[in-house]
């Protein structure tokens, strides 16, 4: 189960990250936005998912005061649109017809 919760957790991330203007966000805020989805965790967890993230492309990270400043990648947004799959995030739904 903590696998199926960490790859739908940073999918979440991911698609917060993407309804920006600017495409970034604070862990607090993912944090908040991964609570409304019913996952409840700590900062220093998103701060794990993010940089799980990072290693695979799809975020780049600035420390700023106690939070980090997540910001989406190509290779997020293309996750996203579905043109790539990042190993470990879970694939979006397909858009409706």
Known sequence: MDRIIREEAR???LRALGEQIDERLNSELLRVSLETFGIARPRAWVHGELAYLTEMGAVTL?????????TLTETGR??????VAIEGV???????A
Do not use: F, N, Q, W
């Open 11 to 13: 999918l979440i991330i």
């Open 78 to 83: 293309r996750h996203l649109d579905r043109t």
């Open 90 to 96: 879970k694939r979006p739904s397909r858009p409706e």
């Open 62 to 70: 600035v420390d700023a005061g106690s939070v980090k400043v997540a």
